[in-house]
């Protein structure tokens, strides 16, 4: 299990850009999969993006790819986020999370953070 708390979130016109972090604790962060799924009110948790443990693979959403980039720096046990050409649709809160595997089903997630809210304006 890893610890992980996000930031980064905020209000944003349409078309504009945020990035989020994810800080993990632990002496094990590379041997992680990083995720980062995505909750809309009243709408299920779902999938935006992933990268191995020592970034040979990152998978996304079809919704968000060309737009979104996921990276992570191992010597600061930190995950991104680099979201650009933001739309009113890709308002949520934004979770991290962490499996040992690489997946895009939440169910393969076992540690979360609390969640940042992004809010994309008309």
């Known amino acids: 299990q890893v610890q992980l708390v996000e930031s980064g979130g905020g209000l944003v016109q349409a078309g504009g850009s945020l990035r989020l972090s994810c800080a993990a604790s632990?002496?094990?962060?590379?041997?992680?999969?990083m995720g980062w799924f995505r909750q809309a009110p009243g709408k299920e948790r779902d999938f935006v993006a992933a990268i191995s443990g020592r970034s040979s693979t990152t998978n996304y959403a079809d919704s968000v790819k060309g737009r979104f980039t996921i990276s992570r720096d191992n010597a600061k046990n930190t995950v991104y986020l680099q979201m650009n050409s933001l739309k009113p649709e890709d308002t949520a809160v934004y979770y991290c999370a962490a499996s040992p595997v690489m997946s895009e089903r939440r169910d393969r997630f076992g540690s979360w953070g609390q969640g940042t809210q992004v809010t994309v304006s008309s």
């Open positions: 632990g002496r094990t962060f590379s041997s992680y999969t």
